[in-house]
């Protein structure tokens, strides 16, 4: 059974810290990329960042600067240290996996929320 299993979320103030989790389970892990987005009331969802298979960094420009992706394999779990929060970075932020022309699977999703 596939499962995609986001945590870390909450409730934090403006220029605070959260360290975003993902545990997969179901598929190779280590065969995946993975990345985050996140998806604010109204809008649409957005990548965020994402880490390939092979350890490769990528951000998009949306929080650029103050999140960092990570991986262990050994724990099939994927990080998203999510530095210097503002009120604009609300949103539920998703995980997803994805094997290029195997599968494509998105998490439920953590909410965070940033307010004083």
């Known amino acids: 059974q596939v499962q995609v299993v986001e945590s870390g979320g909450g409730l934090v103030q403006p220029g605070g810290s959260l360290r975003l989790s993902c545990v997969a389970s179901?598929?190779?892990?280590?065969?995946?990329?993975m990345s985050w987005y996140r998806q604010a009331p109204g809008k649409e969802r957005e990548l965020v960042a994402a880490?390939?298979?092979?350890?490769?960094?990528g951000y998009r420009d949306v929080m650029k600067g103050r999140v960092i992706i990570s991986r262990d394999n050994a724990k099939n779990t994927v990080y998203l240290q999510v530095n210097s929060l503002k009120p604009e970075d609300t949103a539920v932020y998703y995980c997803?996996?994805?094997?290029?022309?195997?599968?494509?699977?998105w998490g439920q999703g953590t909410q965070v929320t940033v307010s004083s």
């Open positions: 880490i390939g298979s092979a350890g490769n960094i």
């Open positions: 997803r996996a994805v094997q290029a022309g195997v599968y494509d699977y």
């Open positions: 179901g598929f190779t892990f280590s065969r995946s990329a």
